[in-house]
Each structure stands twice: as C-alpha cells, then as structure tokens.
C-alpha cells in the first residue's frame, strides 16, 4: 500500500501525472471481492485468466495463488516491476506492458476470466472506447467465459448527490483522505477528486488530485455488455452477495455463452 505522507509531500504535480500512486490502494481487492473471484475460480473451473489494468498486481497475484494461469496487462512499468517482485520466487503471472484498449493485439490465447478491477473502466473517457474495449474482452473469452468489473457506485454517488465520502483505510500516520466526484459543468469533463489533508489541529496543510473519469452507471454497462452478446449479467453489492444503491463499490459479473449443443437428426 501507498505510504500517504511520502505520497503528499511530493506534492500535487506528482499525485495529477502518476495517479496509480492513488488508484491500487483506493480500491484494492477487499475480501468479500476476493471471496467472489475464489467461488467463481471454483464454480466455473477456471484454469486461465487475464488481469486488465493490473495495477500492482493484487488481483493477478490472488488468481495464481488460486492455480490459475494469469496473464496481466497494466500501463504502469513501475508498478509492474513491483508486481513482479512480489512474485518472485514462486509461480508468477506474465506481466505485460500495455493498454486494455489494445489487447487484442497482444494475440493472447482465450481465456476462462478476465477481470477488469480498481474501477479501471472508467478511466476509458468515451463510450466508444469502453465498448471497444468490452468488445475485445468478449472475444478473448472461450465460450462460457466470465468477465469481471469493478466500477464506483456511480448510481449511488451521482442519484444522492454524494460530493465527498471519506476513505477510512487510508487515513492514518497524520493524513485524512476523502474522495469526490466533480461533475459541475466548468470542470471540464468528469473528475474523481481526492482531498488529502495533512497535520494536526493549527498545523494543516492539504491538497487536491484530480483524475479524468467517465462515470458508467450502471445499466449503461449492462447494457452495453448485453449489446456485445454477454448473458447472465449480475450487479453486486460491496459484500458480493447483493446489489445495494447505498453502496460505493459495484461489481459486475458476466457470462460469454456457451457454445450452443448440436441439434441431433432423428
């Protein structure tokens, strides 16, 4: 996890040019999401995986830990040699250097999984990008395969006017985080804003990241995975057993079909 102090002291110019500093502990995998991937690991016999948009690594590192071959793409080579430290010494996945948008030019083997975590999707800041992504996704699938995303509760935030939510997990060692959507019409364009402040009582000090977003709610992305031919689609909740509107994590879930059996003659 990101050391925060370390991260603020270097002021806002490197939070706005290197946001993975802020995306991977943000929304790293949580253990209901890690309960989720292990049943359908299991359910659904997964035997290959690909991570897209990787980011350090956590959810590619917990497939293997599962025995699934994982490949993983992430656009960061940073974080990327840290993933692969991480690994070192065991079984590893194959990181790759590389956009999600481009992953078909990879020519990777089709795979039982892909998942798509961190809230990654949204950084695609068109509608076009975001479903030629998904469509490459779909493709990459065997038949029967499963696609998992996880996106902020955009419903939620957006419906209820949620303009700042704390970040309990990254508050510590003199530093409070929150987080913030800024949709206002002179912003430019949709923002994920984080607020940091830092100190105690008199001595405070504090700073602003902001990253582009396209906030997809979410029956836009059923409906745009169900346009791609996606079956079985399943919004969950933060704790991966329901769907609940006050909630700011939403996982979604998707099937490939199956190849449909042969009719026999006679």
């Given amino acids: 996890?990101?050391?925060?102090?370390?991260?603020?002291?270097?002021?806002?110019?490197?939070?706005?040019?290197?946001?993975?500093?802020?995306?991977?502990?943000?929304?790293?995998?949580?253990?209901?999401?890690?309960?989720?991937?292990?049943?359908?690991?299991?359910?659904?016999?997964?035997?290959?995986?690909?991570?897209?948009?990787?980011?350090?690594?956590?959810?590619?590192?917990a497939l293997t830990g599962l025995g699934v071959d994982v490949t993983a793409l992430g656009t960061e080579r940073r974080m990327l040699e840290s993933a692969r430290r991480k690994s070192a010494g065991g079984r590893s996945p194959a990181f790759l250097l590389g956009d999600m948008r481009d992953v078909s030019g990879f020519n990777l083997k089709k795979c039982d999984l892909i998942t798509c975590m961190g809230n990654s999707i949204s950084y695609l800041l068109n509608t076009d990008d975001m479903l030629g992504t998904l469509a490459q996704f779909y493709t990459l699938l065997r038949p029967g395969g499963i696609v998992l995303i996880h996106t902020l509760n955009y419903d939620f935030i957006l419906e209820e006017e949620v303009k700042w939510f704390p970040l309990p997990e990254l508050t510590g060692e003199g530093l409070t985080v929150t987080a913030g959507l800024d949709v206002s019409p002179d912003s430019g364009g949709s923002k994920l804003v984080f607020n940091l402040i830092a100190g105690r009582m008199e001595k405070t000090a504090g700073g602003k990241y902001e990253i582009p977003i396209k906030p997809v709610l979410r029956q836009e992305l059923n409906i745009m995975l169900c346009e791609l031919g996606f079956k079985k689609i399943k919004n969950y909740f933060g704790d991966c057993k329901k769907f609940d509107c006050e909630c700011l994590h939403s996982i979604t879930v998707a099937y490939r079909p199956a190849r449909p059996e042969k009719q026999q003659n006679g």
């Fill in 1 to 61: 996890m990101t050391n925060w102090t370390t991260f603020f002291k270097r002021g806002p110019g490197h939070g706005v040019e290197k946001t993975s500093h802020i995306n991977p502990p943000v929304w790293g995998l949580t253990d209901s999401q890690l309960t989720l991937i292990k049943h359908l690991v299991e359910k659904n016999n997964i035997k290959t995986a690909l991570d897209a948009a990787c980011g350090n690594g956590e959810v590619a590192l």
